[in-house]
């Protein structure tokens, strides 16, 4: 991109224009570009899938009506959104109250910045990413108390400061689990991560040892408490807030906010697979750069694209927590745990400091064993369901 | 050490919870997608008995009035008419309200020839309470009348055939044990 516009400059096609307006105009195309063609219908694509999830494990059918099995349900909630009217409480913080909803926007799409989707295709490679993600994500914080405060209702209120109390904590068993890895890498950048892991299984860093591994569950729950997502969707729980933070919203602001959750969900996804569980790293079937740029977005994508599904998966297991549970699970139980993973590593790196590849194989093993248990106990819950069930994916 | 209990037990029950839920996400909803995606239309699953809009077969109706006197809530209304020359009585009009119509189903009852029953049909939407005026007489027909011996003409023969099965149906008898004996 920075070339094809440096190229343009140089044979004259701007001419007249100063360079930074050229380049402002450059930047802003391809914001618009991202943002309407992979972030919207991502996270798009996300509300109507997870919606159908829920429901299949709710043995309901889910939005099927819009378009093939239901796939543009969301573009008909967009333009439904889009043309209501955009309300703003009399009593509310006017200035505040419009802006809340783009810093929350903003917090989840600089994340998109530093997200590797292949070995080339990254926006900017910066050496502190990971720090950076965990830094503008919590912009989002700034954004929910934002429209707590200016909402002018006790529900509002309180759901902002729920969130803020759940971010400020959560956010340290998370960077405790990311600081695991770092350790192991000793980089923070993001290709450095994903280029210190290899594509097989037992080269991915969640499998490096124990801790790794218990690092990366506890990485998993934080982020879904970062996120705001079920259980620990206290900030916004229907039953006791109305909706929290949005209650007041409308139109087009209220949808933003669940634009960001549900592009949020892909975020932590994302950063989950580019920490524990390799990134783009594909196994060398071919030089070709194309198809192997296609391939690696290929991987990164479903890989991060099953930690979204299992958020809706663990949304439709688990009901809510109470604000006590979440501080006392957080400071308890994360906050320990994750404590100890950190020191395990470090010990771990100055015993073996290349990595213990039959450690990494004996808990590669270990997590088959539990994916087999796992389906084991699926195969239980089938055979013994009544009345009899039909096996059919689709309806 | 109830701490390391704690944590267990949490591991646990999540894994076993996540297991459930995944064994439905597998498994056909049992939603019925009423009206437009469902195999037959809902009226065909409905059993015999079951209550809905009343229609008339003014075939093999007697004009006995029954229906309209035992009715509760005078939902029906029939007007007889005396033909002064031929001495032949016809029905003017058999108008039965549906938005007065509670479905006690004591007109089906008292009928004696079955011809007022209870049909499957249950889609009452209309736009204005006159359209959920069910007329039932478009022009004059004259009464039925049971011939001793049983009935002659096949296709009569028929719709009496279907209006006493209505009202055997309905009448429980004492060896079928009736709603009674089945919801104990």
């Known amino acids: 991109m920075r070339e094809l516009v440096e190229q343009a400059l140089r044979e004259g096609y701007f001419q007249g224009i100063p360079p930074e307006f050229v380049y402002a105009g450059a930047m802003l195309l391809t914001a618009f570009a991202v943002l309407s063609f992979f972030v ?17 494990m709710q043995s309901r059918v889910g939005p099927n009506r819009v378009g093939p099995q239901g796939i543009l349900q969301w573009l008909a909630d967009g333009i439904k959104n889009l043309l209501k009217e955009d309300l703003i409480p009399a009593a509310a913080d006017r200035r505040l109250f419009t802006m809340a909803p783009y810093v929350v926007f903003v917090g989840f799409l ?16 910066l050496n502190i990413g990971i720090l950076y993600i965990l830094a503008v994500t919590s912009l989002v914080v700034v954004g929910i108390l934002m429209a707590g405060w200016s909402s002018n209702n006790k529900w509002s209120l309180l759901g902002g400061m ?14 405790l689990s990311v600081l695991t890895i770092i350790l192991v890498t000793g980089t923070m950048s993001m290709q450095g991560i994903i280029k210190a892991q290899g594509w097989a299984p037992w080269d991915w860093l969640v499998f490096y040892n124990p801790f790794t591994f218990i690092a990366f569950f506890l990485y998993f ?3 879904l408490a970062e996120g705001n997502r079920t259980p620990f969707d206290i900030p916004e729980a229907e039953s006791e807030l109305v909706a929290g933070y949005v209650t007041e919203y409308s ?8 634009f960001a959750e549900w592009g949020n969900l892909y975020v932590i996804g994302a950063v989950a697979a580019t920490l524990f569980l390799g990134g783009w790293q594909i196994p060398p079937v071919t030089d070709h750069p194309l198809l192997k740029g296609i391939l690696e977005f290929a991987v990164f994508f479903l890989k991060a694209y099953f930690w979204v599904f299992v958020a809706m998966w663990v949304r439709g297991t688990l009901p809510r927590v109470r604000v006590d549970q979440l501080m006392a699970l957080c400071w308890k139980y994360l906050v320990p745990l994750s404590f100890i993973c950190l020191v395990g590593t470090a010990a771990w790196v100055l015993v073996w400091p290349q990595g213990n590849r039959a450690a990494s194989i004996a808990m590669f093993l270990l997590g088959v064993a539990i994916l087999i248990r796992f389906s084991l106990r699926v195969g239980y819950q089938i055979r013994h369901a009544r009345p009899e069930l039909y096996l059919k994916p689709y309806i | ?22 064994s439905h996400f597998v498994r056909r909803p049992i939603t019925i997608q009423y009206p437009d995606r469902i195999e037959k239309p809902v009226q065909e699953t409905l059993p015999l008995r079951y209550r809905g809009i009343l229609e008339v077969d003014m075939d093999i109706c007697t004009g006995c009035l029954a229906c309209e006197r035992v009715c509760p809530i005078l939902c029906i209304t029939i007007g007889i008419d005396m033909d002064k020359q031929t001495k032949q009585r016809t029905f003017g009009h058999f108008d039965i309200d549906i938005c007065k119509c509670m479905y006690c189903g004591l007109c089906a009852e008292a009928c004696p020839t ?26 004059p027909v004259p009464l039925y009348k049971p011939k001793k011996g049983g009935e002659t003409d096949p296709t009569m023969a028929q719709k009496v055939e279907i209006g006493l099965k209505y009202l055997d149906e309905f009448a429980t008898p004492d060896k079928a044990g009736g709603a009674a004996a089945e919801e104990g």
């Open chain 1, 221 to 223: 729950t934080s982020a």
């Open chain 2, 114 to 139: 079955g011809s007022i029953r209870h049909s499957q049909e249950f889609e009452g939407a209309s736009y204005n309470p006159a359209g959920l005026v069910r007329h039932f007489v478009k022009e």
């Open chain 1, 251 to 258: 139109g087009m602001r209220f949808l933003f906010f669940f």
């Open chain 1, 40 to 56: 919207a219908p991502l996270a798009g694509v996300t509300s109507w899938l997870e919606r159908r999830v829920w429901a299949r």
């Open chain 1, 110 to 125: 600089a994340t998109f910045v530093v997200i590797p989707f292949g070995s080339q295709f990254i926006v900017a490679d």
């Open chain 2, 1 to 22: 050490m109830k701490y390391i209990k704690n944590i267990a037990e949490t591991v646990a029950t999540i894994f076993e919870g996540m297991a459930i839920t995944f």
């Open chain 1, 162 to 175: 729920r969130s803020a109390a759940q971010i400020v904590s959560y956010e340290i068993p998370a960077g």
